[in-house]
C-alpha cells in the first residue's frame, strides 16, 4: 500500500469509528463510548481502535466534535439561505424540530443527553458539551437580537428569555419523543415556538 493510500485508508477507519461512536453515545450516553465495544461493532483490535484516540477521553471528545458537525449539517447549514432575522429563527426551530422528528440518531437530542450525564460532573467532556450548547444559545440569542433591530419582534423582547424558552420546548421534544414515544409531540413543539415566536 502507498503511503498515500495508507493515509486515506486511516482517515476512512477513523471516520468509521467516529460514526459508530456517534450512534451509541446517542442511545447509551458518552459513558457507554467503550474502545472495547468499538472494537468489537467494528470487528478491530482494542489496539486498533485505541491507536486513532490514545484514550477514552479523546475519543469522548472528538465524538461530540463528530455530534456537532453533525447538528450543524441537519439545523444552520440547511437554512443559511433563508433571510438573517426572525425568518431565519423561524426556519432554524424548524430544521432542529425536523432532525429530532426524523429520529437522525437513535437517542435523540444527543445534546440534551450529554447535557443530563455530564452537568454534574467536572472535566473537559463537561466544558465541551457546555461550551457547544453555549455556541448554539449565542447563536440563537444572535438571531433574536437581529429580529428586533430589524423590527420584527417587539423592541422590548428579552433575548434571554426567548432563548430560553426555544431550548424548553426543544428539551420537552426531545423528552416526549424519547420516553413517551409520543407522535404528537413535533406537532405540539411547533406550536409552542409558534407562540414563543409570535407566529
Partial sequence: MSPRNSVVETRRTRQRILERGLVIASA?????????RLATELAMSKAGVLGHFGTKERLQLEVL?????????????KVRDVAVGLARLRALCEAWVSMLERNVLPGGCFFAAAATEFDG?????RDSVAGLSDLWRRDLRLHVQWAVRAGELPED???????????????????????????????????????????
Fill in 28 to 36: 447509551d450516553g458518552l459513558g457507554g463510548l467503550t474502545i472495547g
Fill in 65 to 77: 466534535d463528530a455530534a456537532a458537525e453533525l447538528f450543524a449539517r441537519e439545523v444552520p447549514e
Fill in 121 to 125: 460532573r467536572e472535566g473537559p467532556v
Fill in 157 to 199: 423582547t428579552d433575548a434571554e428569555q426567548m432563548v430560553f424558552e426555544l431550548v424548553g420546548v426543544m428539551l420537552s421534544l426531545n423528552h416526549f419523543l424519547q420516553l413517551t414515544r409520543d407522535p404528537a409531540a413535533p406537532a405540539r413543539a411547533r406550536r409552542a415556538l409558534g407562540r414563543v415566536l409570535g407566529d
